[in-house]
């Protein structure tokens, strides 16, 4: 029912007050990255004396200027690409396959391997072990051994597996009957017909890849290798007591704050165009599919 | 063309055995048909045929080759599966090029191949659209189309109709048969519709529990079936049966059932079975409703008439027993609300043994 | 037994390809998650680099007892518990509140927009949450405080003071997740049969009746489910936002189990006691999990495994 005029007086007081209040959540949930945006263009001192409030006060590129003429910040980026792309692909080459094979009824001990994907979610041996076992692998800091230790997930692969089993099996044998192998049947079959399951994976390494800190921080010795959330960690952390950073901020247009703003609007620039384009799976339901089992 | 033989097959899942023991010869450029209810074999028989399933026992071969181990692509079969199996994210031209891009066949040859069958099956103007923008029937041609483009030895049809309308089913199968009158290609046909079976088929195999009750051309099953099962599984609405004790009386053999009494076909064998129990199997088309010289008069009560146009189903009791006949209307019904009688000639009564359920024939048929 | 054999002879020469498709999956499973389980070990030996995970020597449950006799470790075992359950209580029904009013939006677009923006911050990386969460709440130029300047309060140091840890961290945890949360409830109340609304509007309910005697029963199971996943998951907090926003001064209530096994490990090379720490946490996590499934697959009778 969209004809409001068939709604009691109390039915339209609820919706227009529900409404009011989501949009109270959903503005509030927007206003910290206005607030931030507005302290990366605002003026060091303005920001230093807490009177941004909605909109850039004495408004400055200064910030951006400071950041953007910094290699480092060019460098991680650089690199924070090159773990996105590199992982996210490594990942969809090992889950892809994986998954497929993990959902077809001829594999002997089917369900033995299911289970040694999906145990990996109940228990798993924890920082210190993962920690020690890359060590031994020589996988330390290296692009490589941030890329491949994170390749694959249960989550990931069941998801998919999942996904698979739902299509029936008249596709897979028309396709053998034509005389397509298993990597046939799997490429030109199975991976168009699981576009939407595929790009939910794709989405979810690709988010993970970008937002990931903790390991590349452990794992990263070599500056020249760490990714923008490092760098960024290192500003957030040092700028604060580096005292010739701190020297130059007497006459600088920018502060500690504007520059760790404007670093924050670099880094989510690049996910704020592409969330348009994966938002519309979030709603198929297919998240669910990675909740059972 | 080539012919298809099973001897002997047997599926077994675990211990649990679905099909046992088939034998059936299909002769090149012959239509066959396996008919039964689910679970009776018949779909599990093909998909063996077809490679997708292992065969646990048994021989087949294909124009006289082994085929027992030979992979589904190597078989030279082509199948159409019941939901049609067609790529959403392939056009009509592509899908029906698929088995041929596999098999790494030239560009050229594969155009010809594509213009070929889409001109065959009347889909020239849709080659260009997806399966999702196409109509049901459209969808089994292309299905149908995809077989037909690799030049298969052999068809096999795994109910491809039960996902159409009546009309287009009706339709489709008409299509069907003229495919293979023209193609002339050696073709086993899967279904549970007997109309199916009976409009389709060169010889018809009717299966129960993983068995072949009987093989036969459709009018022989229709006439002569083997058993009390055949007998309701073919011909629609079903033949009547009831049970009733043979008595032997000056006439001949009679089957009684409380009051009333039936005057049974002249077989010798009848003779040696009174007091036996047996069924008695009235086909709806051979109760009629005008006297006839020699014929049973069998009282009925009347329930109810389904008009169907050039044809009425009067639904009836006959000593408690349900009993439909099948009468033309000739442009009236209104008579028929009337009929207190039905007459059945003896010749045309089928009579079963009461325990096997097997039917009594004369033995110079036999 | 030789039949056994020819026969899976036969099966690979037929169906070898799908064993090729899985062996990067199953290899790399063994080499990144199975090998350090093996690892673990290490939390019952004393353990040094240049011996090895197989040289060190056994010292039987050593760093167990000296885990359970150190009030670090207790502290972060008490700070665990106690911040998962603070953010349960906060946190679950949030997304459930939400996924309820978007459910009462009739307007599409204005659903959608709003739903876009609630979803935005799960995409957004931990580092940048606290680099928000720092800069928002600096005593100097920090909004809050400039807000409650408004109201005469004097400006807090909130990220040194023990007390505001808490309710900081799982704010910005509601904040960061509760939209995106509610993904697996709309989804829940998308697959409610529409035409239990459509008899309610003809018996005369009002849409709020509606919402509380069918949408919200009609996803209980789901709610319950999730509720049931939670609470096997207590002790997994998202420990990268507390290594980002905690320090010395806020340890006492900030200090998990992940940090501290962080700080004993990875910063102060004690390897073997934080393995230990780590093996008690995934014993835990293990026998809490598995506990959830089996309440969940009797109370819904469809068990998430």
Redesign the interface.
């Known amino acids: ?2 004809n ?1 005029n068939l ?2 007086r ?2 339209k007081l ?2 227009v007050a ?2 009011v ?3 109270i ?3 509030s ?2 206003y ?2 206005i ?2 945006a507005a ?1 990366s263009f605002s003026s060091g001192f303005a ?7 909605l909109t850039p006060i004495d408004m400055t590129l200064a910030a951006y200027e400071r950041v953007l003429s910094e290699p480092a910040f060019w460098r991680s980026y650089l690199n924070t690409f090159i773990y996105t792309i590199g992982g996210t692909i490594t990942s969809l ?3 892809i ?6 959902s ?1 009824p ?3 001990g089917r369900r033995f ?1 299911n289970l ?3 145990f ?1 979610m ?12 890359m060590r031994d ?1 020589g996988l330390m800091d290296s692009y490589f051994g941030l890329i ?2 994170f ?2 997930n249960a989550f990931n ?1 069941i998801l998919l597996r999942n996904f698979f089993e739902s299509i ?1 099996a ?2 897979e ?12 049947v ?1 490429w ?2 199975f991976v ?2 699981s ?1 939407p399951a595929i790009a939910t994976v794709t989405l979810f390494c690709i ?1 993970a890849r ?5 390991w590349a921080m ?1 794992l990263l010795q070599d500056e020249s290798k760490i990714p923008l ?2 760098y ?2 290192q500003i ?1 952390a040092t700028l604060s007591d580096d005292e010739e950073f701190a020297a130059t901020l007497l006459t600088a247009p920018y ?1 500690v ?1 504007t520059v ?2 404007a ?2 609007v670099c ?2 620039i690049p ?1 704020l165009i592409i ?2 384009f994966v ?1 519309k799976y ?2 198929k ?1 297919i ?2 599919g990675g ?3 | 063309m080539s012919g298809v033989t099973l001897e002997k097959i047997v599926k077994r899942y675990g211990a649990a055995q679905v099909v046992h023991g088939i034998d059936l010869q299909i002769e090149p450029q012959e239509f066959v048909v396996l008919v039964g209810p689910s679970g009776c074999g018949k779909s599990t028989t093909l998909r063996m045929i077809a490679g997708l399933e292992e065969i646990s026992d048994g021989q087949l071969s294909i124009a006289d080759r082994n085929v027992n181990n030979v992979a589904p692509k190597d078989r030279d079969v082509a199948m159409v599966f019941q939901n049609y199996a067609l790529y959403p994210h392939l056009n009509v031209a592509e899908n029906i090029a698929f088995g041929l891009r596999i098999r790494k066949v030239k560009k050229p040859e594969i155009a010809k191949s594509v213009s070929e069958v889409a001109d065959i099956l009347g889909l020239t103007e849709y080659l260009d659209r997806r399966p999702a923008d196409l109509s049901g029937g459209q969808r089994q041609r292309v299905a149908m189309g995809r077989a037909i483009v690799r030049h298969p030895e052999v068809f096999l049809f795994d109910e491809p109709l039960s996902n159409l309308d009546a009309k287009l089913r009706t339709q489709m199968r008409a299509e069907i048969k003229r495919l293979h009158k023209r193609l002339g290609v050696t073709s086993i046909y899967v279904t549970h519709d007997q109309v199916e079976a009976m409009t389709l088929a060169d010889r018809i195999v009717v299966m129960r529990d993983g068995r072949i009750e009987q093989i036969g051309k459709p009018m022989d099953l229709f006439n002569n079936p083997v058993n009390t099962f055949v007998a309701g599984f073919i011909g629609s609405p079903p033949m009547n049966q009831f049970e009733a004790t043979v008595e032997s009386s000056d006439a001949g053999p009679i089957a009684v059932l409380a009051d009333l009494r039936v005057a049974l076909p002249k077989l010798p064998q009848l003779q040696t079975q009174v007091g036996r129990k047996v069924t008695v199997g009235i086909r709806p088309e051979h109760a009629l409703i005008t006297p006839q010289d020699g014929a049973n008069t069998i009282p009925v009560d009347l329930d109810l008439v389904e008009t169907l146009g050039s044809e009425a189903l009067l639904h009836t009791h006959v000593s408690g027993n349900p009993f439909v006949i099948k009468t033309e209307t000739h442009g009236d019904v209104d008579h028929l609300y009337g009929v207190k009688d039905v007459y059945v000639s003896p010749e045309r009564i089928k009579v079963f043994d009461g325990e096997t359920g097997d039917v009594f024939v004369h033995p110079t048929q036999g | 037994m030789e039949k056994k054999f020819s026969w899976l002879l036969q099966h690979l020469r037929r169906e070898w390809q799908i064993y090729v498709l899985l062996a990067p999956t199953i290899i790399w499973f063994i080499l990144f998650l199975y090998k350090p389980m093996y690892g673990l070990q290490i939390a019952f030996k004393d353990y040094s680099i240049f011996r090895g995970i197989a040289g060190s020597p056994w010292v039987g449950l050593e760093h167990f007892e000296t885990l359970f006799g150190s009030d670090t470790f207790l502290r972060a075992l008490k700070n665990t518990v106690i911040i998962s359950a603070l953010s349960m209580c906060f946190g679950f029904p949030m997304p459930i509140i939400l996924a309820l009013m978007f459910n009462e939006i009739l307007n599409q677009t204005y659903k959608k927009t709003a739903q876009t923006l609630v979803y935005l911050p799960h995409f957004i990386s931990t580092v940048i949450i606290a680099g928000v969460v720092v800069t928002a709440f600096s005593p100097s130029a920090g909004i809050v405080n400039t807000i409650i300047g408004w109201f005469g309060v004097e400006p807090i140091y909130f990220l040194t003071k023990p007390e505001w840890f808490r309710p900081i961290f799982i704010g910005s945890g509601i904040w960061q997740e509760a939209g995106f949360s509610s993904i697996v409830f709309l989804a829940a109340i998308a697959g409610v049969n529409p035409s239990l609304y459509e008899s309610a509007v003809v018996d005369g309910a009002s849409r709020w009746q509606m919402m509380w005697k069918i949408t919200l029963p009609s996803i209980m199971p789901t709610i319950i489910i999730m509720l049931i996943i939670r609470i096997g998951n207590i002790l997994e907090i998202g420990f990268e936002l507390v290594i980002l926003l905690y320090q010395p001064a806020t340890y006492q209530t900030a200090d998990v189990i992940n940090t501290f096994i962080y700080r004993q490990g990875l910063q102060g090379g004690q390897y073997d006691v934080a393995a230990a720490a780590g093996l008690f946490n995934a014993v835990v996590a293990f026998v809490l999990v598995m506990t959830a499934n089996t309440i969940s697959r009797r109370v819904s009778r469809t068990s998430l495994w």
């Open positions: 029912m969209t409001m709604y009691s109390g039915d609820f919706v529900n409404m209040l989501i949009g959540f959903a503005l949930t927007l910290p990255f607030y931030i302290v920001a230093t004396a807490g009177k941004v409030v080459i090992i889950i396959p994986g998954a497929y094979a993990l077809r001829q594999l002997i391997w040694v994907v999906a990996t109940w228990f798993n041996a924890g920082m210190i072990p993962f920690f020690l076992n692998l491949i230790g390749a694959c692969i029936p008249s596709f044998e028309a396709a053998r009957m034509d005389g397509a192998n298993e990597f046939q799997l030109k079959v168009p017909l576009k988010v970008w937002n990931g800190f903790f452990v959330q490092v960024l960690r957030i502060s704050e760790t703003a670093i924050i880094s989510i996910v969330y348009p938002q979030f709603n339901g998240l669910l909740v059972k089992e």
